[in-house]
């Protein structure tokens, strides 16, 4: 059988941090006007105050 080398949970769940960083404060969506999650929701916010 093959070994292969398992990923530590502390490299998982940094993996997956970055993931959601990247995820709610970089991603652009088209559906929001080309802007990041994070961005769209302040714009909005603004709107309403």
Not at 4 to 16: C, G
Not at 17 to 25: E, Q
Not at 31 to 48: C, F, K, T, W
Request: proline residues 6%; aromatic residues 10%.
């Amino acid at each position: 059988m093959l070994k292969v080398p398992q990923p530590t949970h502390e490299y998982m769940r940094d993996d997956v941090v970055a993931y959601m960083r990247y995820y709610n404060l970089e991603r652009l969506h088209t559906a929001n006007g080309d802007l990041s999650p994070i961005e769209y929701e302040q714009s909005s916010l603004r709107e309403v105050s």
